[in-house]
């Protein structure tokens, strides 16, 4: 069974960091569009964040661009998430999900991805 768990949530003071990282139990992310997503209450899920695995191709959403760094040491290591300079409109909850699409093609739109992790809370306090 496809599992993929988030890690490394936590509650940080702005201007603060996380990473988080996605694993994959019973999966790989060999060839794979892996996405970080995120959530706050009453605002809908958005893309944050995705790496097309094996070439390493990465596209950001603007709202972190210069912030964010997606990662992944190799094919079979985790998907990280670097977030630096956190702010409190970052809050929410975030996700990782695993898809297809090639050179993460649509990489914005949650129906582009297959599997979704449960998720990680993160909380920017100011």
């Known amino acids: 069974q496809v599992q993929l768990v988030e890690s490394g949530g936590g509650s940080v003071q702005a201007g603060g960091s996380l990473r988080l990282s996605c694993a994959g139990s019973?999966?790989?992310?060999?060839?794979?569009?892996v996405g970080w997503f995120r959530q706050a209450p009453g605002k809908e899920r958005e893309g944050v964040a995705a790496?097309?695995?094996?070439?390493?191709?990465?596209r950001y959403a603007d709202s972190v661009k210069g912030r964010f760094t997606i990662s992944q040491d190799n094919a079979a290591s985790p998907v990280y998430l670097q977030m630096n300079s956190l702010q409190p409109d970052d809050t929410a909850m975030y996700f990782c999900?695993?898809?297809?699409?090639?050179?993460?093609?649509?990489?914005?739109?949650?129906?582009?991805?297959?599997?979704w992790g449960q998720g990680t809370q993160v909380t920017v306090s100011s």
């Open positions: 790496i097309y695995t094996n070439v390493g191709s990465t």
């Open positions: 999900a695993s898809g297809t699409r090639f050179m993460c093609r649509d990489w914005e739109f949650s129906t582009a991805y297959n599997y």
């Open positions: 019973g999966y790989t992310f060999n060839r794979k569009c």
